[in-house]
């Protein structure tokens, strides 16, 4: 909790303090930080009590607020993945089309819609948890009522949360990182005097190619990051749903490693950010380590960080003209 809580309250401090961040990918970034901070600073608290003691100490409002949260924070994180990769999408594909309309209102509207998707796909949790009482004491928080109605929804629940929070989102990524790679590698071989990627180029082309593919690099991180870390609760919650051999210590081990790599995951977004991006790296160093001088960052830095400008190139006659976008991610 700790790390986390450090971690993700430096970034979106760093964002809201500095206008030169404030873009549409770091909104989303920022987006995806306070889901994390929610799920750590209630929902990790909660499971270490839980764990720690003999007997369930809390009442069912805790029982079925912490469900929520959990699959709250699941959708948070993989709704604002995918609006991440369609951002990255768009920027490299079709990166004129970034600047049409409001980008301010358009990114506000995706939040939103973020937050009440999650919201309203956690219901669900919040509605079957249970909180287990004998003898006038509650005894645990279980997943559904005892009863065979309770063993049908959980298995339908479950699998349709394996479609909606990881499949489904993760196939679309995948789609938009196949299309990305393709227009990338399509680029660097239609360069004028049919020139391949570092023949042929002028440093600025370079460089311009080159930030996308890093940029690119740092959403695509969080994916694996993300896939890495939420993969094993997924296999967890479908064993319990499906199996009727009953929970034997193998499975208690398992269950309590998948809460833990998906506390993780809520905390290693920031420190991924901090290794892949040398212009995170030097506001993070400001504000959290204090080791670096402070000055001013400007969009003419020439690093290949989330604050440089993408550029889109027109393919004329005998010449390419290099037209500059906003700063942004």
């Known amino acids: 909790m700790i790390v986390g809580v450090t971690g993700n309250g430096t970034l979106v401090y760093i964002v809201l303090r500095n206008k030169l961040l404030r873009n549409v990918p770091n909104t989303l970034i920022v987006n995806l930080s306070i889901g994390d901070l929610l799920l750590l600073i209630f929902s990790v608290p909660y499971m270490a009590i839980v764990f720690g003691t003999k007997e369930y100490p809390f009442n069912a409002f805790f029982c079925k607020f912490n469900a929520y949260l959990q699959t709250l924070s699941l959708g948070v994180s993989i709704f604002t993945l995918t609006a991440l990769s369609y951002d990255r999408y768009v920027a490299i594909v079709h990166p004129m089309s970034k600047h049409k309309g409001k980008p301010s209102l358009k990114i506000a509207i995706v939040v939103i819609v973020i937050w009440v998707a999650s919201a309203l796909i956690a219901i669900s949790d919040a509605v079957s948890y249970t909180l287990v009482i004998q ?195």
């Open 135 to 329: 003898h006038g004491r509650p005894i645990f928080c279980h997943e559904v009522p005892y009863n065979d109605y309770g063993v049908s929804f959980l298995r339908v629940r479950n699998v349709i949360r394996l479609l909606i929070l990881f499949i489904i989102p993760l196939f679309i990524i995948g789609c938009f990182y196949i299309l990305m790679a393709r227009i990338l590698v399509k680029s660097s071989r239609q360069l004028p005097c049919e020139a391949t990627f570092g023949q042929g180029m002028n440093t600025q082309q370079q460089r311009q190619i080159e930030a996308r593919f890093k940029v690119a690099k740092v959403v695509l991180s969080f994916v694996v990051l993300f896939v890495i870390c939420w993969l094993p609760r997924h296999i967890y919650v479908l064993w319990y749903a499906y199996d009727e051999e009953g929970f034997t210590e193998f499975w208690l081990i398992f269950k309590v490693v998948s809460i833990c790599f998906m506390y993780a995951y809520s905390c290693v977004n920031p420190y991924a950010l901090y290794f892949l991006s040398s212009q995170f790296r030097k506001y993070y160093n400001r504000y959290l380590f204090r080791c670096c001088i402070r000055s001013r960052y400007r969009t003419r830095d020439s690093t290949p960080a989330l604050t440089n400008f993408n550029s889109t190139v027109r393919r004329g006659s005998t010449s390419m003209t290099m037209v500059k976008s906003n700063s942004e991610f």
